[in-house]
Every structure is written in C-alpha cells, then in structure tokens.
C-alpha cells in the first residue's frame, strides 16, 4: 500500500508564499512523473505543474513565473513553492504520482490553500 500524505497548506495574504509537501509513504514505488492539480470550489480539477523523472517541467499558464515545482527521489517528496499568491489561487491542492509500472496514479488527501485579498 501507497499513501501520499500532504502538509504546508493553509491561509496566507495575497502576495504572500507558502510551500506545499507530498510525501509517499508504505511500499516502495518507482515514480515516473510527480504532479500538483488544483480544484476551487465549482470548478473542475486542473493540472498545477508536472515534473518528470528525467527533470522535465511543465506549468500552467496562470502559475508560471510564481510557482516552483521540485522532487526529491530518495525522500520519494514532491514540492510546490508558491509565491506571489492571488485569491484565485484559492483551491484544496492535490498531489499526484503516477508509478512507472502499469502508469498506476496514486493521490494525496488534498490541503487547502487560501489567499485573502
């Protein structure tokens, strides 16, 4: 059994930063690509930003320039460093690893991020 546990959500002023955290944890599991999505309330879940095995880095248009996305292989870790945050980045944050065999998709419980304006 996997789990992905997540810290570092929480309420923060516009402008402000935090950094979000996933861990896995259990069995060991050979990780292809780590991701963050987001979901606001009424909206569908969105891809954050993606980072391969190799140290390919993906974006979405709306965090690029102010989120930083990072993993540790041998902590099986991912990071989302988030600054200049807007209250449109309001939305519970999931972690995503998508293990190398059978591209099984393991997530996170979801933190909740909150910027006030």
């Known amino acids: 059994q996997v789990q992905l546990v997540e810290s570092g959500g929480g309420l923060v002023q516009a402008g402000g930063s935090l950094r979000l955290s996933c861990a896995a944890s259990?069995?060991?599991?050979?990780?292809?690509?780590m991701a963050w999505y987001r979901q606001a309330p009424g909206k569908q879940r969105e891809l954050v930003a993606v980072i391969t095995s190799g140290g390919t880095i993906n974006y979405a248009d709306p965090v690029k320039g102010r989120f930083t996305i990072s993993r540790d292989n041998a902590k099986s870790t991912v990071y989302l460093q988030m600054n200049s945050l807007k209250p449109e980045d309001t939305a519970v944050y999931y972690c995503?690893?998508?293990?190398?065999?059978?591209?099984?998709?393991?997530w996170g419980q979801g933190t909740q991020v909150t910027v006030s304006s």
């Open positions: 995503n690893f998508r293990a190398t065999i059978w591209s099984i998709d393991y």
């Open positions: 259990g069995s060991k599991l050979s990780i292809n690509t």
